[in-house]
């Protein structure tokens, strides 16, 4: 690969620039605004213990949505059972499980992490390599060895691109060689270290980032998965996560009006500079200012969407469609979900207040809803809360999925 490379000036760090904005376009301004007032309004009627629920929720979602962008396509249901450890005896599908179940594992750790105000620099060297190799972990040889293109290796989880063998071309863009990749996250953490940043400053940083880090495309392979991680821990350090409510995966997934616009968009944003206006760095200007325009218009679409699926009134009502559509479950259960919707948990012995039946009846119906899946609770005895099982979210939860 390397006689096929341009002069040593292609291989300077400088070659990702620009990656922020001297002059802040108005329209990015005014979008950076515009997700974190939405974004602030995302769950803020739910009860603590409720949103947090939701949010495991939101993580499985993101899983899939992250996996259907590389082209696998596991069922909610099947990220479920492997989230309990029940893997598939094929080792596609659980190659395919180990993924997913890596994907909600980090995630969580971030969002536990952000909720305390504990993450690191999101841009810094440490943190991705942590990301690559925490998602990586519990790979099997087969997920770490990588074939083609004439090579063949073994990916060391945690570890950036090295040897000439790691060097591939990625559709049109050639990454930088894999002896600069270090000098170049490097310079990608100091430009967007966000303790240099306001707020609007670190909003736009998560769609400028996302793009550049694929870009320079630093691990062997994963770079997809991290780049989205990376993506979710900025928007807790920027202040718009809305306590892990909303997907960016899903919201690339999809595009706004086309499936196909994220790697559209991405390729756009490998552009060399046009001209003379066209910025000072290496890379287009322009491009970017399109690339980041689109990536907060698709953000602010997710929590836009979220906020309609989790407005309490809204869900309150899916709830009590659920129960009354399910032949097992009786009406009053609708009664003790409301409840403890608005409440985040409720005693056991509230039951029979809260229906208006019987104690053996209403514990009856306790019981129903918690073999729904709709109700656990951390100990046998102790306050139960709200869950979303896969099989209820069609009801619960519409669109939040493609339809199969």
Same mark, same amino acid.
């Given at each position: 690969?390397?006689k096929?490379?341009?002069? #040593?000036s ?7 620039? *620009?990656?922020?904005?001297? %002059?802040? *376009?108005?329209?990015?301004? =005014?979008?950076?605004?515009?997700l ?10 739910l ?5 947090a629920?939701l949010a ?5 979602m993101n899983?899939?949505? #992250?996996?259907?962008?590389? +082209?696998?396509?596991?069922?909610p249901? =099947? ?5 309990a450890?029940e893997?598939?005896?094929?080792d596609g599908?659980?190659n395919?499980?180990?993924?997913a179940?890596?994907?909600v /594992? ?5 969002d536990?992490? &952000?909720a305390?105000?504990?993450?690191p620099?999101?841009a810094?060297?440490?943190f !991705?390599q942590w !990301?690559h190799?925490?998602?990586?972990k519990?790979?099997?040889e087969s997920?770490?060895r990588?074939?083609?293109? &004439?090579?063949e290796?073994?990916m060391?989880p945690?570890?950036?691109?090295s ?5 591939v071309?990625?559709?049109?863009l050639?990454?930088p ?6 000098d170049?996250m490097?310079?990608?953490?100091? /430009?967007?270290?966000?303790a240099?940043? +306001?707020?609007?400053?670190r909003?736009?940083?998560?769609a400028a980032?996302?793009?550049r880090l694929n870009?320079?495309h630093p691990?062997?392979d994963g770079n997809?998965r991290v780049?989205r ?6 928007a ?13 995966? /899903? ?9 196909n ?11 060399p500079r046009q001209n003379d206006?066209? +910025? ?11 690339f980041?325009?689109?990536?907060l ?9 979220m906020?309609s ?5 809204a869900?309150s009502?899916? !709830?009590r469609a659920?129960? #009354? ?7 009053e +259960? ?5 409840e403890?919707?608005?409440r985040?948990e ?6 029979s207040?809260?229906?208006?039946l *019987?104690?053996? #009846?209403?514990?009856?119906?306790? %019981?129903?809803?918690?073999?729904e899946?709709? !109700?656990a609770s951390?100990? *046998? ?5 709200l869950r ?6 069609e009801v619960?939860?519409p669109?939040l999925?493609p339809?199969?």
């Amino acid at each position: 690969m390397d006689k096929d490379r341009p002069n #040593s000036s292609f291989e300077s760090v400088s070659r990702i620039e *620009p990656v922020r904005f001297e %002059n802040l *376009p108005e329209v990015v301004a =005014d979008l950076a605004a515009e997700l974190s007032a939405a974004s602030a309004k995302l769950g803020r009627s739910l009860h603590p213990g409720t949103a947090a629920n939701l949010a495991d929720l939101v993580r499985i979602m993101n899983t899939y949505y #992250s996996n259907l962008i590389e +082209g696998h396509d596991t069922r909610p249901r =099947d990220i479920e059972r492997a989230l309990a450890g029940e893997f598939e005896s094929d080792d596609g599908r659980r190659n395919l499980q180990l993924e997913a179940a890596a994907h909600v /594992r980090v995630q969580a750790q971030l969002d536990r992490r &952000g909720a305390e105000a504990k993450l690191p620099e999101p841009a810094s060297a440490a943190f !991705l390599q942590w !990301l690559h190799r925490e998602f990586y972990k519990d790979a099997p040889e087969s997920m770490l060895r990588i074939r083609g293109a &004439g090579r063949e290796f073994l990916m060391i989880p945690g570890e950036w691109r090295s040897l000439p063998e790691h060097d591939v071309a990625v559709g049109r863009l050639l990454p930088p060689a894999s002896n600069r990749i270090t000098d170049f996250m490097q310079h990608f953490a100091q /430009r967007y270290e966000f303790a240099s940043m +306001g707020k609007a400053g670190r909003i736009i940083a998560v769609a400028a980032a996302h793009h550049r880090l694929n870009y320079i495309h630093p691990f062997p392979d994963g770079n997809g998965r991290v780049s989205r991680l990376m993506s979710h821990a900025m928007a807790w350090g920027a202040d718009v996560a809305a306590h892990g409510l909303w997907s960016i995966s /899903r919201g690339l997934a999809r595009g706004l009006n086309s499936r196909n616009e994220y790697k559209q968009m991405m390729d756009l944003a490998d552009t060399p500079r046009q001209n003379d206006l066209d +910025g000072r760095g290496n890379l287009s200007e322009r491009a970017l200012v399109d690339f980041v325009t689109w990536f907060l218009r698709v953000a602010i679409d997710q929590v836009t969407f979220m906020s309609s699926l989790f407005d309490l009134d809204a869900l309150s009502g899916r !709830l009590r469609a659920y129960v #009354s559509q399910h032949r097992k479950l009786k009406p009053e +259960g609708a009664r003790f979900l409301e409840e403890t919707l608005v409440r985040g948990e409720v005693e056991r012995g509230e039951a029979s207040r809260i229906t208006g039946l *019987p104690e053996r #009846s209403a514990r009856r119906i306790l %019981n129903d809803l918690a073999a729904e899946g709709l !109700l656990a609770s951390t100990t *046998p005895k102790g306050p139960v809360s709200l869950r979303f099982p896969s099989h209820s979210l069609e009801v619960l939860f519409p669109r939040l999925y493609p339809h199969n």
